[in-house]
């Protein structure tokens, strides 16, 4: 009896989280993410648009291109991507008031928290290129994302190759 | 088309109020040669019928060890509930080493006296036998513990029968969305529970060693925190949320403090929080990723997975701080490692090209050994009698889980009807029932 009791109380109040997993924790530490954005957002950033979007927008501009990729194990960014991420850097710094969020992933292979941690680092390999070239510190934010959001759900590397990538989600201050 | 939508997200509605029973069920694929033959009668029922047929459930049990044999029901030549009615010779020529006999009272509404023995066939003599009352809610559990005494008696080590397993779904995508639930069930599969939903992904639960907690991380609020809940009240606590990565929570053996990773300092680095004062202390320092602790049972190291020497291998270091050792050098890639509950053998993922597969070192011959044979499997985790591991794979379209004896010979399956699931994590032993013995 006390057991099925438990097991209601679980039932119920997984039916609670159910309805507020999205929303912010009231206990704890303070929650330090900057865009706080609810579900549906999304992590296509090649739909998404800036204040100054035109741009961004613009498929003959090198700033619509908004995914770059990695080989496996690596976070060096690409010679052939390098010019994508000086156009992302350049906008940046010409535009103080534009945000990004670099999102890194990677493919489905090994263990989930390293590929947490390879996401970051592909994000953070990002980040310091733009701010090499101009972008402030303030405008980026990097996510990892590890193995947990695939563009392509196949097994085999013609997929993993477009999984391991990162991201530039634009938002506005 | 609507009307399938409508469906869907009807379950969706449903599901996390536990009313949708997307029961795991268990298949062993490859067991034992020398299974040890048993007989498993049916138990007798008086005074009413029976929500769980428990000898059925014991025989489950014992047959997916892998170790034991159970007599299909139709071989059985006689239905004996007490000993007097045991001829032990008909027995014998069957060719069961053991036969189990037992009968269930109902002693009022939804209350029951149970009652097993476990007869050595060759001796005609008693090894053991038990009485026990129980509630609806508890007569799997139950059987699983008759499971347990019997498997105790017979092999020598402890069952893991009545024990839990927490893991992770993710339903099919719907609408460009997928639906995360962390999950508790038996590990039989039975009584799935959802413990929380997000539409953003969650991983790495870790049991506390009480077996009333799970740590997890959660990217609800789109970005790696690290939570706790009580797995009884669903209440929860946010544990972590630094920026950067908080994730790969650990457990210490004594639950005061979890290890964990952070990158707040600039890259991974291996940290230990202490869960009443909250007190940080750094364990790593090293621009490599340093992440996945796990914790050596007498807690006084940790392992964790790091590429400092190039790609990711195992290391150690005292779990107060000090020097990193390298442990892993077999293998292009080791990562997440986990103890076993006696600390002789660490389980891990071992990448090998494009294969990635459970691997054990034996921590006092420095052997390793691979135990399965696909290409995606990860997040290995000991049952709590260190006998088996379970672990995730994949057979090309969906997550799935597996389990396989820490010898390599008994493989299990798990598969659950919908969608992946994935990152299993074994629960602690839990609480004995209060029992009886049953005299001869």
Known sequence: MKLFARLLLVA?????LFGCASTTPKDGAAVESRDGAADGAGTSGAQQGGTSGDALNDPSSPLYKKIVYFDLDSSEVKQEDRATVSAHAKHLADNPEELVTLEGHADERGSREYNLALGERRGNAVRQLLMAEGASAKQIQVVSYGEEKPVDAGHEESSWSQNRRVEFVYSSR | MFRRLLLLGLLVLLLPMGLARAALTIEITEGVEAALPIAIVPFGVEGGALPEDISAIVAADLRRSGRFAPLPEKDLLARPHEKAQINFADWRALGVDDLVIGKVAVT???????????????RAAQLTGFRFTSGVAELRNVAHQISDIIYEKLTGERGAFATRIAYVTASPVVNKVR????????????????????????????????GTRLSYVSFENRRAQIFIQDI???????????????????????????????????NPEIY????????????????????????SPDGGTLVFTSDRGGRPQLYKMPANGG???????????????????????????????????????????????????????????????????????????????????????VHQRLVLQEGDVREAVWSPFGRPLEVQPTQP
Do not use: C
Request: no cysteine; proline share 7%; glycine share 8%.
């Open chain 2, 323 to 409: 020097n990193a050792q390298r442990v892993t050098f077999e293998g292009e890639y080791n990562a997440r490692g986990v103890f076993s509950p006696n600390g002789e053998k660490l389980a891990m993922v071992q990448g090998q090209g494009n294969s990635y597969r459970i691997a054990v070192l034996d921590l006092k011959t420095n052997t390793m050994s691979i135990l399965t044979t696909r290409t995606l499997d990860e997040s290995p985790s000991f049952s709590p009698n260190g006998s088996m591991i379970i672990y995730a794979t994949n057979d090309n379209v969906h997550g799935e889980l597996a389990a396989v004896s820490v010898d390599g010979r």
């Open chain 2, 108 to 122: 009022g509404p939804g209350q029951y006296a149970i009652q097993f023995q476990l007869f050595d066939v060759f």
């Open chain 2, 179 to 210: 639906t995360y639930a962390l999950q508790v069930a038996d590990a039989d599969g039975y009584n799935p529970q959802t413990i929380m939903t997000s539409k953003q992904p969650v991983l790495s639960p870790a049991w506390s060693p009480d």
């Open chain 2, 232 to 266: 009884a009240s669903g209440r929860r606590e946010l544990i972590a949320s630094y920026p950067g990565l908080n994730g790969a929570p650990a457990w210490s053996p004594d639950g005061r403090r979890l290890a964990l990773t952070l990158s707040k300092d600039g």
């Open chain 2, 272 to 295: 230990v929080l202490n869960l009443a004062s909250k007190a940080l202390l750094r364990l790593t320092s090293n621009p490599a990723i340093d992440t996945e602790p796990t914790w």
């Open chain 1, 12 to 16: 119920l109040s997984a039916a609670l």
